[in-house]
Structures are given as C-alpha cells and as structure tokens.
T-cell receptor
Framework: GENVEQHPSTLSVQEGDSAVIKCTYSDSASNYFPWYKQELGKGPQLIIDIRSNVGEKKDQRIAVTLNKTAKHFSLHITETQPEDSAVYFCAASEGGGTSYGKLTFGQGTILTVHP | GAVVSQHPSRVICKSGTSVKIECRSLDFQATTMFWYRQFPKQSLMLMATSNEGSKATYEQGVEKDKFLINHASLTLSTLTVTSAHPEDSSFYIC???????????FGSGTQLSVL
C-alpha cells in the first residue's frame, strides 16, 4: 500500500517568513495530493490540492509543487502569519471515482508562527 | 467550500455502551463518505468507506461488527461504535467526496471518550 513520509515534524518561523513542508510517497499509482490544515480539536481543512498532471499550483500565499518522477511534493507558505499556526498534513490517493477519499496521510507538521 | 457536518462533537460514555456518530453533507450529495480515526498527536487513519445504498468496505484490521456504518441517504452516513471500550477512545472524523470536483471535505470530528 501507499506510504507517505512528511518532514519536518515541527517547524517554527517568524511572522513574515516562508515555511516549507515536504512529503514523499511510495505508490506510483497515486495521482491526487491534497494538503490539510488542522487546528486543535477540529477536523482537517483542505487548503490546496494538486493532481499529477500539474507540476505546481498556487493560491495566494500558498503553493504546492509536485515532482512525480521523484515522488515528492511540497507545501510552500509565504508571508506567514500567526493564524497560520496549526498542524499541516499532506496526503495521497489514487484518485478517480471514489478513490479520492481513500487518503494516506503523512505524519503531520506542527507549524508555529511567532509574532 | 463544501460543508460536512458531524454530530456530536464530543461524547463521553461508559464502557460497554454503543455510540452513534452522524455525518451529513449539507450542500451536496455524497454517494461515498469516509470514516477516519485519529489518536492524540497522530495522523489520520482510514477506517472504512461508506457507500450509499450498499455495504461499507472496511480497511484491514478494522472490525466491521464493532464499527457499524450505515449510509441510508445521499447526505447522511452514521458510524456506530458498539460495546465501546476505553481503547476505542479517539477522534473520529468523517469526510465526503464531492464528486463534481473530486475534492474531499472533512467534518469537524467527534471526540469519543470511553470511561
């Protein structure tokens, strides 16, 4: 089955700096890669996703890059703000039909943005 | 984004009792919903796929007789933890596949504590 590795496990930055979280996956059949933000006691919130036919996607301060050959994808947050502090999870699935929901998650990254 | 509602948000029960958790897609129809479990400071693990009008499919190691899933309509799936024990204490999160744009949205989660 799929295995997703996520690094770092914790990340501390100053407000305004950039933050980068990296994930690798093992199953070459995976083609859907979402990123979720989870605050304490709440469900994960989808912040951005990318499919394997795209190498990069950007949404305001958030961007995701995908290298399918190397089987890794990264989340980039620019101009970080204290409210970006949360746990971030990467995930992967084969996509297509109902498989989008059968996600394998990374271990999570605790991001702390200091004012 | 799409809204997935989960209820209750928190439940405390005695060992041996059963607990039902509801998951609703509020603004879209979901033929497929997914149930995940998350232990403290850990990642999310897929438990089962809930299919409207048919039996749920369970991931390896998940007891289907203990975690009963019913998906009776296109907007509602329920998870019943039967004869709950302290080791079942966890954060249970549902998600729904919005097939129109193939994105997965999560509910707010249910914290189950079994005494």
């Amino acid at each position: 089955g799929e295995n997703v590795e996520q690094h770092p496990s914790t990340l501390s930055v100053q407000e305004g700096d950039s933050a980068v979280i990296k994930c690798t996956y093992s199953d070459s059949a995976s083609n859907y890669f979402p990123w979720y933000k989870q605050e304490l006691g709440k469900g994960p919130q989808l912040i951005i996703d990318i499919r394997s036919n795209v190498g990069e996607k950007k949404d305001q301060r958030i961007a995701v890059t995908l290298n399918k050959t190397a089987k890794h994808f990264s989340l980039h947050i620019t101009e970080t703000q204290p409210e970006d502090s949360a746990v971030y999870f990467c995930a992967a699935s084969e996509g297509g039909g109902t498989s989008y929901g059968k996600l394998t998650f990374g271990q999570g990254t605790i991001l702390t943005v200091h004012p | 984004g799409a809204v997935v509602s989960q209820h209750p948000s928190r439940v405390i029960c005695k060992s041996g009792t059963s607990v039902k958790i509801e998951c609703r897609s509020l603004d879209f129809q979901a033929t497929t919903m997914f149930w995940y479990r998350q232990f403290p400071k850990q990642s999310l693990m897929l438990m089962a796929t809930s299919n409207e009008g048919s039996k749920a499919t369970y991931e390896q190691g998940v007891e289907k007789d203990k975690f009963l899933i019913n998906h009776a309509s296109l907007t509602l799936s329920t998870l019943t933890v039967t004869s709950a024990h302290p080791e079942d204490s966890s954060f249970y999160i549902c998600s729904a596949d919005r097939a129109t744009n193939e994105k997965l949205f999560f509910g707010s989660g249910t914290q189950l504590s079994v005494l």
